[in-house]
Nanobody, 127 residues
Framework: QVQLVESGGGLVQAGGSLRLSCAAS????????MGWFRQATGKEREFVAA????????FYADSVKGRFTVSKDNAKNTMNLQMNSLRPEDTAVYYC????????????????????WGQGTQVTVSS
């Protein structure tokens, strides 16, 4: 049984930084692409970033490119999201997720390709 636990959310002023972490267990972490998604109040859950199973391939939504960095530590079964230059529009609940396919990047930007999700962590950016 896969378990994903996010941490690191909080309240920050615009322009500030936060680092989110996702701890995984229950599946060979090094064999699965991982993703970050977010959901603002009243909006659909949207793709933020993804990282391939080996940790060398990274992908970002246009809205966060150049400000967010995703990383993966397969030895520690953790994924991180470093968020810099935060904006009020980044306010949302952030979720980490594990891709359903073994060593797959298929539609990494689509939430339906992820079959395990964390409980989410709130990020609030004040103006």
């Amino acid at each position: 049984q896969v378990q994903l636990v996010e941490s690191g959310g909080g309240l920050v002023q615009a322009g500030g930084s936060l680092r989110l972490s996702c701890a995984a267990s229950g599946r060979t972490f090094s064999s699965y692409t991982m993703g970050w998604f977010r959901q603002a109040t009243g909006k659909e859950r949207e793709f933020v970033a993804a990282i391939g199973w080996g940790g060398s391939s990274t992908f970002y939504a246009d809205s966060v490119k150049g400000r967010f960095t995703v990383s993966k530590d397969n030895a520690k079964n953790t994924m991180n999201l470093q968020m810099n230059s935060l904006r009020p529009e980044d306010t949302a609940v952030y979720y980490c997720a594990m891709h359903r396919g073994y060593k797959s990047l298929t539609r990494y930007y689509t939430r339906n390709e992820y079959d395990n999700w964390g409980q989410g962590t709130q990020v609030t950016v004040s103006s």
